[in-house]
T-cell receptor, first 113, second 112 residues
Framework: DADVTQTPRNRITKTGKRIMLECSQT?????MYWYRQDPGLGLRLIYY???????NKGEISDGYSVSRQAQAKFSLSLESAIPNQTALYFC????????????FGPGTRLTVL | GDSVTQMEGPVTLSEEAFLTINCTYT??????LFWYVQYPGEGLQLLLK?????DKGSNKGFEATYRKETTSFHLEKGSVQVSDSAVYFC???????????FGKGTMLLVSP
């Protein structure tokens, strides 16, 4: 089984709908991250969490919210989706130490019509 | 703030050709530097890293040397294969932080 899983893998929704993307990990890592990838823009950090009680905004948090339900679960919500949130979303995890390696999930392709 | 600049792609090569993908960065202090690779339809995975000046990271035939004097971390491979076709991301982690700053990515296409 994959260490970092994301559900759903693909989602098409309409403007104004609420959407939740889920991420689960079995690596036992404390730190989890949400990124979005847009063509020509690379990856940009949306939110990150260093433990269940520690949530931090990233570079582009407007329009998004997150919930860290447990060490292994980190969800990203779009309260009212808009078309420019159409992107590929990645969850990642890393250990608490400074080994620095982030482990990425397979991604969720979200389309907002 | 911190930033990473990569050469624009796509980079198109024939199999067994030499590869260079340029990466330069702007950051204060002494960041750690990384190359991640994204194969089609997959998430990113770490390819190699270097944590201090003059370090050389290497993996799967790829190499990159941390050059503080030129603020660069260019990715090289002596002989590419079709299976190396992917998007390559240069990234940095600022000293004392866990978050990464990514470049925009460079697509590599290798033909037989």
């Amino acid at each position: 089984d994959a260490d970092v899983t994301q559900t759903p893998r693909n989602r098409i929704t309409k403007t104004g709908k609420r959407i939740m993307l889920e991420c689960s990990q079995t690596k036992g890592h404390d730190r989890m991250y949400w990124y979005r990838q847009d063509p020509g823009l690379g990856l940009r950090l949306i939110y990150y969490s260093f433990d269940v009680k520690d949530i931090n905004k990233g570079e582009i948090s407007d329009g998004y919210s997150v919930s860290r339900q447990a060490q292994a679960k980190f969800s990203l919500s779009l309260e009212s989706a808009i078309p420019n949130q159409t992107a590929l979303y990645f969850c990642a995890t890393s250990d608490q130490g400074y080994t620095d390696t982030q482990y990425f999930g397979p991604g969720t392709r979200l389309t907002v019509l | 703030g911190d930033s990473v600049t990569q050469m624009e792609g796509p980079v198109t090569l024939s199999e067994e050709a030499f590869l260079t993908i340029n990466c330069t960065y702007t950051a204060t202090g002494y960041p750690s530097l990384f190359w991640y690779v994204q194969y089609p339809g997959e998430g990113l995975q770490l390819l190699l890293k270097a944590t201090k000046a003059d370090d050389k990271g290497s993996n799967k035939g790829f190499e990159a040397t941390y050059r503080k004097e030129t603020t660069s971390f260019h990715l090289e491979k002596g002989s590419v294969q079709v299976s190396d076709s992917a998007v390559y991301f240069c990234a940095l982690r600022h000293s004392g932080y866990s978050t990464l700053t990514f470049g925009k990515g460079t697509m590599l296409l290798v033909s037989p």
